[in-house]
């Protein structure tokens, strides 16, 4: 499941009202009609099939057949507008590209570990601090990989996927397996709070650069977030594909976005208008989630692969609205029942 370093930075807020659902027409939505609509419906036959709805089921396959696509969008969807108070926040993330080892030395000391076998999913594990401050894990034979840097590891946890480059040439790719039960903390947040940075200077960049060069404190602050994320080989993955993400299908660059599945239904189409210094109007899938994405108006756009991809992504903490697609008895149910 992929995360996305700009969703770490994003505030925690307090419990939000109840969704509300304002339904839409096509002419509502900004640029729409300049939209490459076929890009989006071939994002959406990726994972349409793991909807686990006898109706959407049935628009899969004729998503599949090969339809018009804007036509396709326009005849079988509604826009639905889900709104619960909060501000809309569009944030990016990405697939980092880290160097590694597959055995450790002293330029490669850090590990990515597997899942732990006495892991208990939804209770608490061993906190950061414990696995890395005492090496509770080592000699267990866990570790996939080796890094370099303990910030790159940090934040290959917050995206929750990468590509190792080892020396020899070769790539590994990892994807997340679980994660310890622990709340997230925003170490963004906590640079903010200390007075250290303003809200507008904190980027992925600037949180790398910081911590490498205050080390002994930056690895306090990394051990602030107690939450902790293990991995799995993922090389059955083509390179060419994106990596997984919450449906366990590949993602598209810069047409799936991750979201809360409480509120939208993962794989549903979602048009967004994202304001900021590179604004976007874009059919987006719902093919992803995030611990730091909560909320109607909550979304993380996935950028791609590699450093250029994660400069993008780091940048983005823009405001706008969200749009769902949603087939028309699906959205009517949604007034009165709870997301399926």
């Not at 326009?74 to 990016?92: K, R, S």
């Not at 090496?135 to 917050?158: K, M, S, Y």
Request: aromatic content about 10%; proline content about 7%.
């Amino acid at each position: 499941m992929i995360r996305a370093l700009a969703a770490s930075l994003a505030l925690t807020g307090a419990a939000v009202a109840e969704p509300t659902y304002t339904f839409l027409s096509y002419d509502d939505l900004d640029g729409w009609a300049a939209d490459d609509h076929s890009a989006a419906l071939a994002a959406f036959t990726e994972t349409c099939g793991d909807i686990p709805r006898t109706d959407w089921q049935r628009l899969c396959a004729y998503a599949k057949d090969g339809p018009a696509a804007r036509d396709f969008f326009e005849t079988f969807f509604t826009p639905v507008l889900i709104e619960d108070g909060e501000p809309m926040l569009f944030t990016g993330y990405y697939e980092p590209e880290i160097a590694g080892d597959l055995a450790p030395s002293d330029a490669f000391p850090h590990p990515i570990y597997r899942l732990p076998d006495d892991l208990v999913e939804g209770q608490p594990y061993l906190t950061r601090r414990e696995i890395e401050e005492t090496d509770a894990l080592g000699e267990r034979g866990l570790e996939i990989a080796w890094l370099a840097d303990p910030v790159e590891l940090f934040f290959l946890q917050v995206q929750g996927s990468g590509r190792v480059r080892l020396p020899d040439g070769g790539v590994i790719r990892v994807g997340y397996a679980g994660k310890n039960g622990r709340d997230y903390t925003s170490v963004g947040q906590r640079l903010i709070s200390a007075g250290i940075f303003e809200p507008h200077q904190v980027s992925a960049d600037t949180i790398k650069g910081w911590v490498k060069d205050n080390p002994d404190v930056g690895k306090e602050l990394l051990w602030q977030n107690d939450s902790y994320v293990f991995f799995r080989e993922v090389n059955e993955v083509p390179a060419e594909k994106g990596p997984l993400g919450a449906m366990n299908r590949s993602i598209t660059t810069l047409r799936s976005i991750a979201v809360d599945p409480s509120v939208t239904l993962l794989g549903a189409p979602v048009w967004i208008e994202k304001n900021g210094d590179d604004p976007m109007r874009r059919l987006m899938i719902a093919q992803d989630t995030g611990s730091a994405i909560k909320g109607a108006q909550r979304a993380d756009i996935f950028f791609g692969t590699g450093p250029e991809a994660g400069r993008k992504a780091g940048n983005i903490k823009d405001n706008g609205r969200m749009v769902v697609l949603m087939p028309v008895e699906y959205a009517l149910s949604k007034v009165t029942e709870p997301l399926e």
